[in-house]
């Protein structure tokens, strides 16, 4: 296009109809004010002042409209015209269309601004770091969050490594990781470390990266998130802690204990070493907790834990396992040195005559069974503890306060006769109903609760009437194969007498426990569907508790389960909820309806912050899930108040029910 100095259009290519819409017919002879937006008018009149002063125009970026009054980007060079004497005659201007360029120029400002808000605003730590060969890891920038997370101001970060921010013990993990995204084996990275703040301490943070794009030739950078995790690992520390011990006592519970005996057994294969359990049950507590309380028992459950804890050594290991039991894992010891050490804490027990402050029983003792393992054992830990028990009832039977061994190598006939008799007495309590249940109340909290609700709990009568509790002899139930046949006559039992009490006008709802091995029994549905169709009951009013113990063993099973259960219209209800370290991982995994909040989190929930926190949590995602919440171990109106203001739904404990 080219234009005379007063702005008369004189030429017009078939680019510029392209671009402005307007042919040449119509466009030559016009003025090329028609081409301009009038607030740019007075561009235009600059534009040709410099034309007819014969100034030399830049190029310039300009907006232009067309003939159907579109407004769009445009790119001006314009050169001078002159005559054969120098005068200038007019202008050409080459115009291009740079619109779409605009735009993404826009697009790309509005980006990079964006960008630039999240990482200085960004609540987290953000940097971006060099992805080079030769120096990868080295920061680039670093938002304001980091340098405050790391107690340092944001220029000090610019330039220094991930290496001198984090701790030497964990630059292996965070380069290998970073080593990924160097040559490209991953798209983004995640893991834990711990940087170090400018006062020493550590700071435990969860660490994100992934590579940005980049243009060819350019180095590749990663942006790297950093989220303080400190007050997360501490609490999981904490719940660790819990999850591992047991609250009255703050020993070992069974279930770390037999982890510890389990390390214990690799370690006699690969070393050699010999070693063995004490198995150890007080004798006469059973009379303390009927006759004084349970206050009065734990304060003497206390008592023996720290006087046993006193009399052993610092490499023995000390559990409570059961109520009025503990066990001790012995290491590099041999028969003669298991039996000094049972006799040191027999006669220790027996000086003390004052067991507890408020409890004095010149009777009360302690009977241990003795379980040696050697290298060559082919034991589990369970079994281990299976023999020790085993040998602590010949002790009883023996008359208590006294030890028995158990030899495998040597089998006394005392002890094959306690082994067969607890066989028979099982299977027997099985085939004559000689089992009892209790029903202990499940009290409403902060729900309607008109429908009575009660957890069955088993007991077997011994010889002399007392009740045998259920963490006695289930060992020897899975032992001999008779746990399945236990938990089906529980269920038995439980529709029936819910069928008897619905016939009789008494609406109620009763919780029954199986155990790991039955909730992997694949019958297992059919079979409540059989006693459903035999005895008719509304199923909901039948709910089936599994631990997580059980959980985690064959969650594919529990899913299962939980499936066949909701077809037949009963509930499932996780029992013991919070003792495992990943009890948060059941709830995606699994549909509940009920969550029983570990009585070791309700003990002392008045005292302790760390478990009302535990308790509302629990409470925010169970009832999130349309899942409602059973607080175990309920101990006193005061811990009822609580658990109210935190919305559990049900209780359960002495205090609300026996």
């Known amino acids: 296009m080219s234009k005379t100095v007063d702005g008369q259009i004189v030429s017009w290519n078939r680019g510029a109809q392209d671009l402005f819409g307007y042919t040449a017919e119509e466009a030559v002879g016009a003025s090329l004010a028609m081409l301009v937006p009038a607030e740019r008018r007075d561009e235009l009149a600059e534009i040709l002042a410099c034309v007819q002063r014969g100034e030399r125009i830049a190029p310039l970026e300009t907006i232009r409209v067309t003939k159907d009054g579109r407004l769009i980007d445009v790119s001006l060079r314009i050169s001078l015209i002159r005559d054969d004497t120098g005068k200038v005659t007019g202008a050409s201007s080459i115009t291009r269309d740079v619109t779409e360029q605009k735009l993404v120029e826009k697009a790309l400002r509005e980006a990079e601004h964006r960008f630039r808000t999240a990482f200085d605003s960004a609540p987290i730590g953000v940097c971006l770091v060099s992805l080079d060969p030769a120096d990868p890891g080295r920061l680039l920038q670093a938002n304001p969050a980091l340098a405050e997370t790391l107690g340092v101001s944001a220029a000090d ?113 690969r070393f050699g070493d010999d070693g063995a359990i004490l198995f150890l049950d007080l004798d006469g507590f059973k009379f303390v907790n009927d006759s004084l309380g349970h206050a009065a028992g734990d304060e003497l459950i206390a008592s023996t834990a720290g006087l046993l804890a006193s009399n052993l050594r610092e490499t023995d290991t000390l559990a409570r396992v059961g109520g009025d039991e503990f066990a001790v894992l012995l290491l590099h010891c041999d028969q003669p040195t298991a039996v000094e050490v049972a006799e040191k804490l027999l006669s220790a027990l027996r000086r003390s005559g004052r067991t507890t402050p408020s409890v004095r029983n010149p009777h009360m003792s302690i009977s241990i069974g003795i379980a040696l393992f050697k290298a060559t054992d082919e034991l589990t830990a369970d079994e281990l503890v299976v023999e020790a028990d085993i040998a602590m009832y010949v002790a009883k039977e023996a008359g208590k306060d006294r030890y028995a061994i158990y030899r495998p190598s040597e089998p006394r006939r005392e002890l094959t006769l306690t082994r067969d008799n607890w066989n028979e007495r099982l299977r027997a309590a099985v085939q004559e109903d000689r089992f009892v249940l209790h029903a202990q109340p499940i009290s409403p909290i902060c729900t309607d609760g008109t429908t009575p609700a009660f957890e069955l709990l088993l007991r077997l009568p011994d010889s002399h009437g007392d009740l045998v509790l259920p963490g006695t002899f289930l060992y020897n139930a899975e032992r001999f194969g008779l746990i399945e046949q236990i938990d089906r006559w529980v269920l038995r039992q439980a529709i029936g007498h819910l069928s008897a009490s619905h016939a009789a006008g008494t609406d109620l709802m009763l919780t029954v426990n199986v155990s790991g091995k039955t909730m992997g029994d694949r019958t297992l549905g059919a079979y409540v569907a059989t006693l459903l169709a035999e005895h008719p009951v509304r199923p909901r009013r039948l709910v089936i508790e599994i631990t997580e113990t059980a959980a985690i063993t064959n969650i594919e099973r529990a899913r299962s389960l939980s499936r066949d259960l909701q077809t037949l219209g009963c509930e499932l209800a996780l029992d013991d909820f919070g003792a495992g370290f990943a009890s948060f991982y059941y709830l995606k995994h699994l549909k509940f309806d009920y969550l029983k ?42 811990t009822v108040e609580l658990l109210r203001g935190f919305g559990v739904d049900f209780g359960q404990g002495y205090h609300l029910g026996r």
């Open 597 to 638: 909040i570990d009585g070791e989190f309700i003990r002392s929930l008045c005292e302790t912050a760390t478990d009302q926190l535990v308790v509302q949590a629990v409470v925010s995602v169970a009832h999130g899930l349309g899942t409602r919440t059973i607080a175990e171990s309920v101990g006193d109106d005061a």
């Open 157 to 269: 970060l610019a330039g220094a490594s991930l290496h001198s921010l984090t701790r030497p013990e964990d630059h292996a993990d965070l380069y290998a990781h970073l080593d990924e995204l160097v040559d490209g084996r991953a798209s983004d990275i995640s893991l834990e470390t711990r940087f170090m703040h400018s006062d020493g301490h550590s700071v435990w943070s969860l660490v994100s990266a992934a590579p940005l794009p980049r243009a060819a030739g350019e180095s590749t950078v990663a942006v790297l998130h950093v989220m303080d995790i400190s007050e997360r690992k501490q609490f999981e520390g904490q719940l660790q802690h819990l999850a591992d011990h047991d609250a009255l006592t703050g020993l070992f519970n069974r279930r770390r204990f037999s982890e510890e005996v389990e390390h214990a057994l690799r370690r006699a294969k």
